[in-house]
Nanobody, 123 residues
Framework: QVQLVESGGGLVQAGGSLTLSCAAS????????MAWLRQAPGKEREFVAA????????RYADFVKGRFTISRDNAGNTVYLQMNSLKPEDTAVYYC????????????????WGQGTQVTVSS
C-alpha cells in the first residue's frame, strides 16, 4: 500500500512562489511515475505535471510551462512542485498521485492519491 502526504500549500499573492512536497511511503512510489494534478472549485481535476521514476523525463501542462518545475529526490520517495509566478487562476487543491504501472506517458492513469493541499493565490 502507498500513502502520499502533500504539504506546502497556502495563501500567496499573485506573482509569488510556493513549493509543494509529496512524501510517499512504500516501494511502489519510488519506482513509479508520479504526478501533480489540481482541482479548482466547480472544475474537473486537471493534470499539472509528471515525472518519470528516474526523474529524467518530465511533462507539464501548457498552462504551467515555464512557471512550475516538478522534481523528485534521489530516493524517489519525495516529489516536489516548485511554483513560480503564481496567478489567481492557479488557485486549487493540488494532489499528488502515483501512476499505475504500464499506463501511457501521455495518458497516465493513477493508482494512489494524496489528500490534497490547498493553494490560494490572491490578486
Amino acid at each position: 500500500q502507498v500513502q502520499l502526504v502533500e504539504s506546502g500549500g497556502g495563501l500567496v499573492q499573485a506573482g509569488g512562489s510556493l513549493t509543494l512536497s509529496c512524501a510517499a511511503s512504500g516501494r511502489t512510489a519510488s519506482s513509479s511515475t508520479m504526478a501533480w494534478l489540481r482541482q479548482a472549485p466547480g472544475k474537473e481535476r486537471e493534470f499539472v505535471a509528471a515525472i518519470s521514476r528516474s526523474g529524467g523525463i518530465r511533462r507539464y501542462a501548457d498552462f504551467v510551462k515555464g512557471r512550475f518545475t516538478i522534481s523528485r529526490d534521489n530516493a524517489g520517495n519525495t516529489v516536489y512542485l516548485q511554483m513560480n509566478s503564481l496567478k489567481p487562476e492557479d488557485t486549487a487543491v493540488y494532489y499528488c498521485a502515483v501512476a499505475r504501472y504500464g499506463s501511457t506517458w501521455y495518458a497516465l492513469e493513477y493508482e494512489y492519491w494524496g489528500q490534497g493541499t490547498q493553494v490560494t493565490v490572491s490578486s
